[in-house]
């Protein structure tokens, strides 16, 4: 089946610190959101990328999508406590239709 | 801005019981995904609809159905639970362009004892 995987699993840092998480699909997809969600909350859409090869930028977050649009990265700068939360990649597989299936997750905290 | 609205916002059942999520989109919206996320897990796709159509079935067992209705508000029925089933609920919805962003609700929290 069509399998979304993220690592790590979990990652500590002090603030200031930078910070990537990496996601891998098992198929190609035609695109791939980022997510994030503090505790208690529910999933936010940070972004979404469709070219192959595509970099975008929000501020300290940046945002990657492969080649061959089988994997995806968010690298965060400089940690803030902010930015705590589990942040999950979600892509739509080529002839998946709609569905959009989420990435197991990289929860992040940060420490003063 | 208006948001997804899901209700119940808790949910306590016996198991065998049946519970009835549901989910009311964002004006517009015409898709709504369903998912399932147990503690500390990743949220797994049940099941959405597209223009009051079901549009894609993920993992969603039998015992589960759901609808979307002429309003755009759909439902998620779930019968014979299990202490398995407890978990946060999810719905999402999307507007009328394709493959764009999900937003979801504050979710149901079911428990089932």
Known sequence: GQQVMQIPQYQHVQEGEDFTTYCNSSTTLSN????????????????????????????????QFGEAKKNSSLHITATQTTDVGTYFCAGRHRGGGNKLTFGTGTQLKVEL | AAGVIQSPRHLIKEKRETATLKCYPIP?????????QGPGQDPQFLIS??????????SIPDRFSAQQFSDYHSELNMSSLELGDSALYFCASSPPERNTEAFFGQGTRLTVV
């Open chain 2, 28 to 36: 517009r919206h015409d898709t709504v995904y369903w998912y399932q």
């Open chain 2, 49 to 58: 609809f597209y223009e009051k159509m079901q549009s894609d079935k993920g």
């Open chain 1, 32 to 63: 791939i959101q980022w997510y994030k969600q503090r505790p208690g909350g529910h999933p936010v859409f940070l972004i979404q990328l469709v070219k192959s090869g595509e970099v975008k930028k929000q501020k300290r977050l940046t945002f």
